[in-house]
């Protein structure tokens, strides 16, 4: 675990953003910024979600990995 100091230093180099209430910019990044920065940017967030859980990243192939495969407009299985 950091030291109360490291948190706060850590929190310094924070980028923050601040917007008036019902100005804030909308959720849809795409105009503002590629694909690749937007993955890299769930990528770094799925990393520090992880580490909060305080459990192993899984690690599995790509065969085992959880994922559902349908058609568009398939109609989504319960």
Same mark, same amino acid.
Do not use: Q
């Given at each position: 675990?950091? =030291?109360?100091? @490291?948190?706060? #230093?850590?929190r $310094?180099?924070?980028?923050?953003? +601040?917007?008036? !209430?019902?100005?804030e910019p909308g959720?849809?990044?795409?105009?503002?910024? =590629?694909a690749? @920065?937007r993955? #890299?940017?769930? $990528?770094?967030?799925?990393a520090r +979600?992880?580490a !909060?859980?305080g459990?192993?990243?899984?690690v599995y192939?790509?065969?085992?990995?959880?994922?559902?495969?349908?058609?568009?407009? $398939?109609?989504?299985?319960?």
């Amino acid at each position: 675990m950091s =030291t109360r100091e @490291e948190r706060r #230093a850590a929190r $310094a180099n924070m980028p923050v953003r +601040m917007f008036r !209430l019902g100005e804030e910019p909308g959720d849809d990044l795409s105009a503002e910024t =590629t694909a690749d @920065e937007r993955l #890299a940017m769930v $990528a770094e967030l799925s990393a520090r +979600m992880w580490a !909060l859980t305080g459990k192993p990243v899984p690690v599995y192939s790509r065969a085992e990995m959880p994922v559902r495969v349908r058609k568009l407009g $398939a109609e989504p299985v319960p």
